[in-house]
């Protein structure tokens, strides 16, 4: 499969987590075929953040790959549903893309706002090597302006990062932090009770750097023998991973159901199954003595109330080297994942193609 690794924290990801505190990894979390690997948190939070600004110095080129970002990203799809793009050193490799964005059903809401954008930049910047995709959920109140500010800020930061084009690694997590503090820091949008999730996928060459932070997926579609297997390139940041649900207790999260915080079920069990058998009441995060957040993932960009209690933006990254048996991958919010699993959206694209 590749060299496949993730940086889940740069610096301290929850200041209330008392030192001798080491959470431990899940033992039963999805993409196993995928191990991720956390580093200890260290008391240079705030040093190694500023650093990380510091860094976002704009140069001629990162800036000419921005002022192309909106021109980009406006870019509609021919008839035939799809675009195809070469990747020039790669030889023959192409890499054909499509897109769908639409909002789901709500019968209690039939005019509720299409809160989710996506980004879509080939190439991005100014490397033709480099291509850039984004699906963001947004949540709460201002979701949708979330969304968008966050889809637009991240690919700017990530351009303007001094990584980026030696350490697609550290430029992605930097990108992802910068861009949670500007969220934070803009007065004209209350992200208090509102941010979104993010997924991206950096395509470089042959090479995939898969960034995620909440709980929309990344996934891959795999030839085994006569099989195409559906592979996470994500693992869904809630509190039905034991990791994530120890370290937001840590930081002083209650983590309970809507009928548990209602009185009708019991508060003290703390185990809710799998995802896929919540019944539609997944355990949520909730403040100390409050009925808020409520938030049912563990990381996001903004939310700044939730952040106190440890619902943080930093993105955990997979790394992938493709390979001919690689036809495609998929990423897309949980108003996918909630209905379908990860084989079904692999095996409903693949058929089309015939792969």
């Given at each position: 499969?590749?060299?496949?690794?993730?940086?889940?924290?740069?610096?301290?990801?929850?200041?209330?987590?008392?030192?001798?505190?080491?959470?431990?990894?899940?033992?039963?979390?999805?993409?196993?075929?995928?191990p991720?690997?956390?580093h200890?948190?260290?008391?240079?939070?705030e040093v190694?953040?500023r650093?990380?600004?510091?860094?976002?110095?704009?140069?001629?080129?990162?800036?000419?790959?921005?002022?192309?970002?909106?021109?980009?990203?406006?870019?509609?799809?021919?008839?035939e549903?799809?675009r195809?793009?070469?990747?020039?050193?790669?030889?023959?490799?192409?890499?054909?893309?499509?897109?769908?964005?639409?909002r789901?059903?709500?019968?209690d809401?039939?005019?509720?706002?299409?809160?989710?954008?996506?980004?879509i930049?080939?190439?991005f910047?100014t490397?033709?090597?480099?291509?850039?995709?984004?699906?963001?959920?947004?949540?709460?109140e201002?979701?949708?302006?979330?969304?968008?500010?966050v889809?637009?800020?991240?690919c700017?930061?990530?351009l303007?990062?001094?990584?980026?084009?030696?350490?697609?690694?550290?430029?992605?997590?930097?990108?992802?932090?910068?861009?949670?503090?500007?969220?934070?820091?803009?007065?004209?949008l209350?992200?208090?009770?509102?941010?979104?999730?993010?997924?991206?996928?950096?395509?470089?060459?042959?090479?995939?750097?898969?960034?995620?932070?909440g709980?929309?997926?990344?996934i891959?579609a795999e030839?085994r023998?006569?099989?195409?297997?559906?592979?996470?390139?994500?693992i869904d940041?809630?509190?039905?991973?034991?990791?994530?649900?120890?370290?937001?207790?840590?930081c002083?999260?209650?983590?309970?159901?809507?009928?548990?915080?209602?009185g009708?079920?019991?508060?003290?069990?703390?185990?809710?199954?799998?995802?896929?058998?919540?019944?539609?009441?997944?355990?949520?995060?909730?403040?100390?003595?409050?009925?808020?957040?409520?938030?049912?993932f563990?990381?996001?960009?903004?939310?700044?109330?939730?952040?106190t209690?440890?619902?943080?933006?930093?993105?955990e990254?997979?790394?992938?080297?493709?390979?001919?048996d690689h036809p495609?991958?998929?990423?897309?919010?949980d108003?996918?994942?909630?209905?379908?699993?990860?084989?079904?959206?692999?095996?409903m694209?693949?058929y089309?193609?015939l792969?």
């Amino acid at each position: 499969m590749g060299c496949v690794y993730s940086r889940a924290c740069i610096g301290e990801i929850c200041t209330r987590t008392p030192k001798d505190v080491k959470v431990k990894e899940s033992e039963n979390v999805r993409a196993a075929e995928f191990p991720v690997f956390s580093h200890d948190s260290s008391d240079g939070q705030e040093v190694e953040f500023r650093d990380q600004l510091n860094e976002l110095g704009a140069t001629r080129d990162s800036e000419v790959g921005i002022t192309r970002l909106s021109r980009v990203s406006l870019q509609f799809l021919p008839p035939e549903g799809s675009r195809t793009v070469k990747i020039p050193s790669s030889g023959n490799y192409e890499l054909r893309y499509s897109y769908l964005s639409q909002r789901g059903y709500y019968p209690d809401a039939l005019d509720k706002a299409n809160q989710d954008s996506f980004c879509i930049h080939t190439p991005f910047g100014t490397n033709p090597d480099d291509h850039f995709f984004g699906v963001f959920d947004g949540h709460g109140e201002f979701g949708a302006q979330c969304s968008q500010f966050v889809k637009r800020k991240l690919c700017e930061n990530l351009l303007r990062n001094s990584r980026f084009h030696t350490d697609a690694v550290e430029a992605c997590h930097a990108a992802f932090l910068a861009t949670n503090s500007q969220l934070h820091a803009d007065n004209n949008l209350d992200d208090s009770m509102s941010g979104t999730t993010a997924i991206t996928v950096l395509v470089r060459g042959r090479t995939l750097y898969v960034s995620n932070s909440g709980d929309s997926r990344a996934i891959i579609a795999e030839r085994r023998g006569q099989d195409i297997v559906a592979i996470d390139l994500s693992i869904d940041q809630t509190p039905f991973r034991v990791d994530e649900l120890e370290r937001v207790k840590h930081c002083g999260a209650r983590v309970l159901t809507l009928d548990q915080i209602e009185g009708l079920k019991n508060p003290d069990v703390q185990c809710w199954g799998t995802e896929e058998g919540d019944d539609g009441d997944p355990p949520r995060l909730w403040v100390e003595n409050g009925m808020y957040p409520g938030t049912a993932f563990t990381r996001s960009i903004g939310d700044s109330i939730a952040e106190t209690i440890g619902v943080v933006a930093n993105p955990e990254i997979v790394v992938l080297e493709l390979t001919p048996d690689h036809p495609f991958f998929v990423i897309a919010s949980d108003g996918v994942f909630e209905f379908l699993s990860s084989q079904a959206v692999v095996d409903m694209v693949r058929y089309p193609f015939l792969i």
